[in-house]
């Protein structure tokens, strides 16, 4: 299931040092693109319905990312992370199919993500809690737009 | 004092029956005129061509002042200063008593006015008094191998000897090489203001613990001594070098707000797209810094 504390924690994990299970910054732009597809993959693998799609996704977020180390224009990093997190998402959808007995269709969310509201906010300086609680809270609502569809009966299912 | 007859004698040198006249210097023949102007001024003696009328006088005496005003001439033969000589009947010998105007002498003389002028062989020496102008003049003029001097020797044995200049106006010293002034106490210059009252002052002195001193009215103080060179500003609080466009650092209390910033910065975050940033990951480069913060203390100087 989707769980909004369980990716509140995760970005916690990495950005704020006052959270219990911080396990430290990223040292490196090159280490944080790996840490963020892994903040996406403990968030959507359990999605419901069950996917095959969260490694591959995991993969193509982190090749977005990577852009980010080399360019520091704001406007460029939401693109590129917003780009990051949508073909991941693609990735979580397109593998819905592929799971036993193949017959959920998975279909992203139907509007494009926009996480501009939380990376502001990290930039006016909120608390590290409180950006992942806006960030958490963008992506989880927008996670919950995407639906399923049973190729047999028709029957559309959110993401859950 | 001595007798007359002891300077003079009786038999004297013939004036040939003459009380008086006016003469001319001369060299005798066949002698060295140097070995000779010596034995003058060594002797108080010298010779003269008497005048119209009359011969040679040899060796006759004359006054001391007035042979400080004689010029000889170059060679036997030739007429130096006209002189005026008497003589005493009863010595019977020629005095020359006073020198008149050599026509060599380029000096006009004018009432209230009297000078003295030396030449020779391109030297100069010449004292004017001109009572008129209210006016010494002193020159002196050296030619290519003399210098020119002005010498003034004052010694007494209780090591107090003066000398005292007072001007009611200026002192110009004007030279064209160097003026030294040497002293083995002090050398000092006060200025004050009409009462007296000293407003600035330059020290040089090796008696007291600052060698070197400058005061002044408003608070402004150099004062050099063994252990440092001290520059005072009491008063306005003020010290430029140069324009004193901008203010001298206080190195310690740099280094106090450079601690304290350091330690500020220690702990500073910075505002990211996903929250505040971490601490610096650089601390050891940041200590090595900070450590060599006392590099910048000046070892030469310090100020308020």
């Known amino acids: 299931m989707l769980s909004k504390e369980l990716l509140i924690g995760e970005i916690r994990k990495y950005n704020d040092p006052y959270y219990e299970s911080f396990v430290g910054y990223p040292k490196t732009c090159q280490l944080s693109s790996e840490v963020w597809p892994i903040v996406f993959s403990t968030y959507a693998i359990d999605i419901v319905p069950q996917t095959l799609g969260v490694p591959q996704g995991e993969i193509l977020a982190r090749l977005n990312i990577l ?44 509007t494009p993500i926009n996480l501009r509201p939380a990376f502001d906010a990290g930039m006016a300086g909120v608390t590290a809690k409180e950006f992942a609680e806006i960030f958490a809270e963008i992506v989880d609502t927008w996670y919950r737009t995407g639906t399923a569809v049973n190729i047999d009966t028709g029957i559309t299912v959110f993401w859950s | 004092m001595h007798d007359e007859d002891e300077i003079l004698g009786i038999k004297g040198i013939t004036a040939e029956n003459a009380s008086a006249g006016v003469g ?58 006209p002189v005026v000589w008497i003589n005493i009947p009863k010595h019977n010998e020629p005095i020359v008593i006073a020198t008149l105007k050599y026509d060599e002498d380029f000096n006009s003389l004018s009432e209230f006015r009297s000078r003295t002028t030396r030449e020779t062989e391109g030297n100069l020496v010449d004292f004017d008094l001109d009572a008129k102008k209210g006016k010494v003049t ?54 004050t203001d009409k009462k007296g009252v000293i407003v600035a002052s330059f020290d040089l002195n090796s008696q007291e613990e600052s060698r070197f001193t400058y005061e002044d009215e408003f608070g402004n103080a150099v004062i050099a001594t063994e252990e440092k060179f001290n520059i005072r500003a009491d008063k306005s ?28 910065f220690k702990k500073a975050t910075f505002p990211t797209p996903m929250g505040p940033s971490g601490t610096r990951m650089n601390e050891q480069e940041f200590k090595k810094v900070r450590d060599k913060f006392e590099d910048f203390f000046s070892k030469l100087t310090n100020t308020d």
């Not at chain 1, 799971?99 to 959920?104: D, E, S």
């Not at chain 2, 061509?49 to 170059?74: C, K, M, T, W």
């Not at chain 2, 010290?239 to 004193?244: A, C, L, P, S, T």
């Open chain 2, 237 to 264: 609080s003020k010290i430029d070098f140069g324009d004193g466009a901008e203010p001298v650092v206080l190195a310690k209390t740099l280094k106090s707000l450079l601690d304290e910033y350091d330690d500020a």
């Open chain 1, 67 to 110: 852009q980010i180390c080399s360019n520091n224009d704001y406007d460029i990093f939401i693109e590129i992370f917003t780009r990051a997190i949508t073909q991941f998402t693609q990735m979580v959808a397109s593998g819905m199919i592929m799971v036993f007995p193949h017959r959920l269709q998975g279909i992203p969310p139907p």
């Open chain 2, 138 to 191: 002193l020159n002196i003029v050296g030619n290519d191998t003399t210098n020119g001097e002005f010498e003034v020797n004052i010694n007494s044995r209780n090591g107090k000897g003066g000398f005292k200049i007072v001007v009611n106006g200026k002192l110009i010293e004007k030279v064209t090489d160097s003026i030294i002034k040497i002293s083995e106490k002090q050398i000092a210059n006060v200025v």
């Open chain 2, 24 to 81: 001319f210097v001369i060299v005798p023949e066949n002698i060295d005129i140097d070995l000779y102007k010596e034995d003058v001024y060594r002797s108080g003696r010298i010779s003269i061509y008497g005048g119209y009328g009359h011969s040679n006088f040899y060796n006759i005496l004359i006054d001391r002042e007035a042979l400080q005003r004689v010029a000889f001439p170059e060679k036997a033969g030739d007429m130096g200063s």
